[in-house]
């Protein structure tokens, strides 16, 4: 057997090893479509991530996912440029480790894809092919607090869009890039952290009064004891 041959075969081993049942299709009305040529859009709110994805002349698209497939890619849907639901077969299987979902649409497929992912906490996403990626905030949170947030690596463009939602852009970053982080909180969570703080020196000086005014009457007391002490003397 030719040694060239061996990468193939083990790919196909670990490929065709163990394959989940297909996955079912979501509701294109669930997502904010269409999305955006060339451009990966993460759509961010407390409980999910959805994920909006440009899709040019292909047969098939994989997506490669960590941790359980099932909970991490939910409701596929898939739009062509005229804004019609295209049909789809797609299945999951195993891939050192980790699960690559193949979506496959039977013939060349222009348009967007999108799929949901768990949510509601700091965002991370290890850059995987090269394309403009946006992350669009929950309304009313931001990421730019200099306090609370955090931005790697640093952005191309912090926009908003007709909703009023923080959008983070990077224009074409590689996989040489890392990993995008983004840390954010509510537009207020600063102001609502000063009032916190704030009553929180309240309390202190309010425990401190108190502790002084103990040790003052307990001086008071000690100053009359001994004082009564001297005189039985």
Known sequence: MKPELFPGILLLILVSGCVYPQI?????????????NNTTVFYLSDSSVQVVDNVVN?????????GNPDTNFRNPVAVDYSGKNVSFNASM??????????MNFGSPFSGWVAYTQP?????IYPI?????????????????????????????????DASGREVIIWEKPTPDNGTITVKYQLNDAPT???????VL?????????????????????????????????
Do not use: C, H
Request: proline residues 6%; without cysteine; hydrophobic residues 40%.
């Open 93 to 102: 299987g195993p891939v050192l480790g980790k699960s690559i979902i193949e």
């Open 24 to 36: 079912e299709a979501g509701n294109p009305g669930e997502y904010e479509l269409p999305g955006i």
């Open 119 to 123: 949510g509601g906490g700091d965002f």
């Open 128 to 160: 995987t092919k090269n394309g403009t990626i946006r992350v669009v905030l929950p309304l009313n949170y931001t990421a730019t607090s200099n306090f609370l947030g955090l931005i790697q690596p640093p952005p191309d463009n912090i926009t908003q």
């Open 58 to 66: 292909k047969t098939t698209v994989d997506f490669i996912i960590s």
């Open 192 to 198: 609502l952290l000063s009032y916190f703080f704030f």
């Open 201 to 233: 020196f309240i309390f202190f000086i309010f425990v401190m009064s108190y502790y002084m005014w103990n040790i003052n009457e307990l001086k008071k007391k000690r100053i009359l004891m001994e004082k009564d002490i001297r005189k039985k003397t």
